[in-house]
């Protein structure tokens, strides 16, 4: 039970780390959109690596959730 119960803390962490990410990555994508003809170039690509680098975060830590919740149904499976 007490390795249920870690992993559904570490469940939680994960959903909420995902969020944050998918928040920031949202932000970054409406801030190109709304700037790309008034801001200077580098900072349109700047920011523009930096949402593809939270996409690919969202992606792992997504990865990670699924695998986190196939653990839990394994050992709930188990019971």
């Known amino acids: 039970m007490p390795k249920l119960d870690g992993l559904k803390?570490?469940?939680?962490?994960?959903?909420?780390a995902l969020g944050i990410v998918i928040a920031i990555f949202t932000a970054l994508v409406g801030w190109i959109a709304t700037n790309y003809?008034?801001?200077e170039l580098w900072l349109i690509i700047i920011a523009s690596i930096t949402a593809i680098i939270f996409a690919i975060v969202a992606i792992l830590l997504n990865k990670k959730t699924r695998k986190i919740i196939k653990q839990i149904?394994?050992?709930?499976k188990g019971e």
Request: charged share 40%; no cysteine.
């Open 73 to 76: 149904y394994e050992i709930k």
């Open 37 to 39: 003809n008034k801001a």
């Open 9 to 16: 803390e570490e469940l939680g962490y994960f959903k909420f």
